[in-house]
């Protein structure tokens, strides 16, 4: 059985109902979205969720939501004392999302500083594909950054591969190049790419879908999906120029949160399952359709 890692944070969601005055909690976070998308794509990957959690009982609930999912969750070590990150979301009449974050004392944070954590390298081989993202990097201190990136390297090392989706939140790191140089060394170490041009444009200062394939080819990223909303999505594969694959239009526009994560769950199961890459770009626009046509980042199942 294949076996796809995802590393992050998944943390406890508010979100405001229609009165404004009551909210909803749930469980989501980028990583982890993307990690939901993928196993109800392809039921029969064996995908496991590597954070860290507290030993309290909202921590035991997401436990137990991950299992709900299929998602495996022993890889994931409980900290005593530790609670897992929140955040509040609201949304516009466009859909757009405004993010409020109480995360930095999350578990999460502290995933290489406990034993569990520092032994995943000598799992690498257990791992035929580890997924992880700009986020995933930015939550962690320096020496747990180069402990991902290590984990990374012996993955391919090992003969697995590594996605890497750029997904940048500013707010997450001190010093706008601090994140490109993260998010570079993370770069090169993937075989595939999955970036969004926005996020390109903000860290790098490129707009250009062919300049951007361009460069992470140049980084040794051997497949290469770059996003753009209701532009649609470049697939780019060895040293060919990248092939346009259009949106698909959603019903409505109801809220556009894990648009990117649903598209990078379905095109990866795709890929995992043998679908070739444009294929599986069209599995993935055509589930962010469906994500961005309804409220909040995961649909019922």
């Given at each position: 059985m294949t076996r796809v890692a995802v590393l992050g944070e998944c943390m406890v969601e508010l979100r405001r109902s229609g009165d404004g005055a009551t909210l909803t909690q749930t469980f989501s976070g980028d990583t982890y979205n993307a990690a939901v998308y993928l196993k109800r794509s392809a039921p029969p990957l064996d995908v496991v969720y590597i954070s860290a959690l507290g030993d309290d009982s909202i921590s035991a609930a997401m436990r137990r939501a991950w299992a709900e999912e299929g998602i495996d969750g022993d890889w994931t070590p409980s900290i005593g004392g530790a609670l897992p990150g929140l955040y509040l979301i609201e949304t516009d009449a466009d859909g757009e999302r405004r993010f409020h974050y109480w995360r930095s004392a999350a578990a999460?944070?502290?995933?290489?500083?406990?034993?569990?954590?520092?032994?995943?390298?000598?799992?690498?081989?257990?791992?035929?594909?580890?997924?992880?993202?700009?986020?995933?990097?930015?939550?962690?201190?320096?020496?747990?950054?180069?402990?991902?990136?290590?984990?990374?390297?012996?993955?391919?090392?090992?003969?697995?591969?590594?996605?890497?989706?750029?997904?940048?939140?500013?707010?997450?790191?001190?010093?706008?190049?601090?994140?490109?140089?993260?998010?570079?060394?993370?770069?090169?170490?993937?075989?595939?790419?999955?970036?969004?041009?926005?996020?390109?444009?903000?860290l790098f200062g490129e707009r250009d879908p062919a300049a951007i394939d361009r460069r992470l080819a140049g980084w040794g990223v051997d497949e290469r999906v770059i996003k753009d909303g209701a532009n649609g999505a470049w697939v780019g594969l060895g040293g060919s120029a990248p092939v346009a694959v259009p949106a698909v239009a959603p019903a409505a526009v109801v809220d556009t949160t894990a648009a990117g994560d649903s598209f990078n769950g379905a095109y990866l199961a795709a890929r995992l399952t043998g679908s070739p890459p444009v294929d599986a770009a069209r599995a993935g626009a055509t589930l962010a359709a469906r994500v961005i046509a309804a409220p909040g980042a995961i649909l019922p199942r």
């Open positions: 999460a944070r502290r995933l290489f500083e406990v034993p569990e954590g520092r032994r995943l390298i000598d799992r690498a081989p257990e791992i035929d594909l580890l997924y992880l993202s700009g986020i995933s990097l930015a939550i962690l201190p320096a020496e747990g950054r180069d402990r991902l990136l290590a984990l990374a390297a012996a993955v391919r090392s090992a003969g697995g591969r590594v996605a890497f989706d750029s997904n940048h939140r500013p707010a997450l790191w001190r010093d706008p190049r601090e994140d490109r140089t993260w998010v570079e060394r993370a770069s090169r170490l993937a075989t595939v790419a999955l970036p969004s041009l926005d996020d390109e444009a903000v």
